[in-house]
């Protein structure tokens, strides 16, 4: 019985060894071993010298034994142990003493069943001790399960997800690993856990085999019969008819136990998962954006298309007429003409500076070429650019005494200066004082745009930066505006991180007022 | 360059706006010559009696900035690029290359004329001072005097307490007068890199040393500004 019983404990302990145990012996077990044998060797000493059984000394022992087991693992230290124990307790305790030899009969009994029950004890706390081991990693197993579905829910692009993959598999296994993504181009990106194994998977076996995983949607590698040559093992990952890349794992000299491998099928295919909803949610966003976009297009295209019109007829017109009958026009009238083909081709080309702005409205997202500016420059050079009418203004600008940094794409910004200052002049009657002003509030510069004029109605305020709102307003020339000049300068401010907005100025008048994020001066001399 | 008459060469491919610029150069009383692509510009250049270079930067058969270097490589003529607004790292390019100046379309006539004027003015003083400023201990420009050797600056008599840094700007523009100058050639040659803190450093420095030099900010005497290009010294 004594013997199956050992059997069943010891094949189960070489059952659970997965990996292999190092061998040699440890210092600090030798040192823990021999504090705790000499402790209890003192205690049965105290115990043997107040005259008690000597029963009490050996189940110390078997204590003793138990104790050192869970600290240092294996059968063969347990047994050394156990035997080291007999033979002290033979030791100190029989008679003779402080020999090993012993007088009576029955001890020789003594030590055989003090040895297997010792033995027995220990290896019983041994496998509990692995078991507690064992179960730790099982939570520790789980736990990255459902690490990883948290965070593959998270993830909202399918790189997310496969660095996820990475970073888990690494964590679980321990081991080199290489998670290969194909990108928009169709080539294959690596990325390595931990960043420095990159050797590890450089092999030309090891490249063939990854590619061969990607392109055949089929495990490769070592361990399989496709490149067994290869220092690593690859699996596909891939959902439906898309392939996403491949997973490369090191398994190392002893291979991946199947606990292993069936926890990496998991997170594998959660993955897979995820990356093909990432795409299916990606998918429609940009059929969305796409509708969207198109349904732009087409209003911009019916608007340009009809305002251009006027100004072309206007020029086209005038030029002939000067052409074919300029000696019967007289010089005020003459002088008018040019005037008129001119004005029209300003405002042909302002139009123009507009759309080039909004075709940089793409997929809602700017694409900004940002570079730091001082506010004022950017104020000048927007002034520079302003309706020829502006002249029948007056047009002040009040500068910040401070210099004002702000992160922009300067082109942009000046569109939007202009717009809003062209509009000023535009909406106000003739002799209406316009004031360009910068201020700094809290890390966002301030630039208003305030006027005299009439002010904006009431009913109209509330659509001013919708796209393609254009008043009711009479202007001036009677020209309609298209309406996209404040609903660009909307999209470029918020593009910036700023915002626009206006107020009607007391007694009279409209202020633009937009904001843009400031930059910290850079620590330089003109503090000296 | 007053008693002969100033010629001018305008490379252009489109035949409206060459037609403009030839009419209104030879209305302003200029000599000029175009060529509508690269090579026929280089064989002009090549002969050497154009003064002034106007260069289309998208041409059918050579890249702007290649003529440029080209050019630079025989002649120190004046070099004014004409480009299209979108095509703002081309202008930037054309600049480092060796260009000094710069057109956008749609750009008015008078315009044009302005940034002739500049480049001749440019030429009268290389002419003046014996082949470019550098050789000089001494410039002057209006009411600003730089002396290069004690390193002072002065103010309509007056000097100017400027920092290290300011002094090295200054006389960076000034020996490159009427020229173009670039951010990041600014930036390389005051700090001997150019990274993106020191273009934020480099506003906050001409911002500084313009309010020493100049009696109305928004309306400069010597320093340019170029939004999103770089600055300029101005020959009064």
Redesign the interface.
């Known amino acids: 019985m004594f013997s199956r019983l050992t059997t069943w404990l010891l094949g189960n302990t070489l059952c659970r060894e997965n990996a292999p145990v190092k061998a040699h012996v440890r210092y600090k077990d030798v040192f823990s071993i021999a504090g705790i044998i000499g402790m209890v060797t003192l205690l049965g000493l105290l115990i043997h010298y107040l005259g008690f059984s000597d029963v009490s000394v050996i189940t110390l022992y078997i204590l003793a034994v138990q104790i050192i087991a869970v600290r240092v693992s294996g059968r063969i230290s347990n047994a050394v142990v156990s035997l080291l124990c007999v033979a002290i307790y033979n030791f100190f305790f029989t008679d003779p003493k402080y020999t090993l030899l012993a007088y009576d009969p029955d001890y020789p009994m003594t030590f055989v069943i003090m040895f297997i029950v010792s033995f027995l004890a220990g290896s019983l706390a041994d496998r509990l001790k692995r078991m507690a081991g064992q179960s730790e990693r099982n939570r520790y197993r789980t736990q990255i399960l459902y690490d990883t579905s948290q965070l593959l829910n998270k993830a909202l692009v399918s790189q997310e997800a496969a660095e996820v993959l990475g970073v888990q598999l690494h964590k679980l296994l321990d081991r080199d690993t290489v998670v290969a993504c194909i990108d928009e181009e169709g080539k294959i990106a690596c990325r390595y856990y931990p960043d420095t194994c990159r050797s590890t998977f450089e092999g030309q076996a090891d490249q063939d085999a990854l590619v061969w995983s990607v392109r055949s949607r089929a495990k490769s590698g070592a361990g399989t019969s496709v490149y067994p040559g290869a220092r690593c093992s690859y699996a596909p990952l891939y959902q439906g008819s898309h392939t996403y890349g491949a997973v490369g794992v090191l398994p190392g000299d002893a291979g991946l136990d199947e606990f292993s491998e069936s926890i990496m099928s998991a997170i594998i295919s959660q993955c897979e998962l995820a990356m093909e909803n990432i795409r299916s949610v990606k998918d429609k966003e940009e059929a969305a954006m796409k509708a969207q976009n198109e349904k732009l297009r087409a209003d911009l295209l019916r608007s340009i298309s009809h305002d251009l019109r006027t100004p072309l007829t206007s020029i086209s017109g005038n030029a002939s007429m000067l052409m074919n009958s300029e000696q019967t026009f007289d010089e005020a009238t003459r002088r008018q003409l040019y005037t008129d083909i001119y004005d029209d081709s300003i405002w042909l ?1 302002n139009l123009v ?1 507009n759309l ?1 702005a909004i075709s940089r409205v793409q997929n809602g997202t700017m694409q900004l ?1 940002t ?4 506010l ?3 104020i ?2 927007a002034l520079r650019h302003i309706d020829r009418h502006v002249q029948e203004h007056t047009l002040t ?1 009040r ?1 910040s005494p401070d ?1 004002i ?1 702000a992160k922009m794409d ?2 942009l910004i ?1 569109q939007v200066i202009i717009n809003i200052v062209n509009n000023a002049v535009k909406y106000t009657p003739a002799g209406s004082e316009i004031i360009v002003s910068t201020s700094q509030k809290q890390n966002m510069a301030y630039i208003t745009i305030q006027d005299n004029g009439g002010g904006i109605p009431e009913e109209e305020r509330p659509h001013l930066f919708e796209m393609f709102y254009n008043g009711s307003k009479e202007v001036a020339d009677a020209r309609k505006s298209m309406g996209l000049g404040l609903a660009l300068c909307k999209s470029i401010v918020e593009a910036h991180g700023g915002s626009i907005f206006e107020k009607n100025v007391v007694p009279h008048g409209a202020a633009f007022v937009f904001t843009l994020p400031t ?1 910290e ?2 620590d ?3 503090k ?1 | 360059m007053a008693n002969r008459k100033c010629n001018i060469l305008v490379i252009e491919d489109d035949p409206q706006i060459r037609k403009l610029m030839a009419t209104s150069l030879t209305a302003e009383g200029y000599g000029v010559e175009t060529a509508y692509n690269g090579t026929h510009g280089l064989q002009a250049l090549r002969l050497g009696h154009v003064d002034i270079c106007l260069l289309d930067l998208g041409l059918p058969d050579m890249d702007g900035v290649s003529i440029i270097s080209k050019v630079r490589s025989f002649s120190n003529l004046p070099i004014i690029v004409v480009s299209a ?2 095509e ?1 790292s081309d202008k930037i390019g054309a600049l480092d290359a060796g260009a000094d100046d710069y057109l956008t379309k ?1 750009f008015s006539v008078e315009e044009l004329m302005a940034r002739i004027r500049v480049a001749q003015r440019r030429i009268a003083a290389q002419i003046q001072s014996g082949g470019g400023n550098e050789g000089n201990a001494v410039f002057h420009n209006g009411d600003l005097t730089i002396d290069y050797v004690s390193g002072c600056v002065y103010l309509s008599g007056k000097e100017l307490q400027l ?4 002094y090295k700007l200054l006389c960076l523009l000034a020996r490159n007068e009427g020229r173009v100058l670039t ?1 990041t050639y600014i930036t390389d040659h005051i700090w001997g890199n150019s990274l ?2 020191d ?3 480099l ?6 040393l313009r309010k020493k030099i100049e009696k109305d ?2 309306h400069p005497r010597y320093i340019q ?1 170029h ?2 290009i770089g600055y300029r010294m101005m020959k009064q």
């Open positions: 080309v500076e080039l070429r570079t730091t500016e001082v004022d420059d950017v000048d050079e600008v500068k210099i940094l300067v082109h000046v930059e001066l850079p330089g001399e003109q000296v | 607004r979108s703002d749609p920092t290290p840094i300011e951010h993106d803190s273009v934020a450093s506003r906050v420095f001409m911002a500084s900010t928004s500004t939004v999103g």
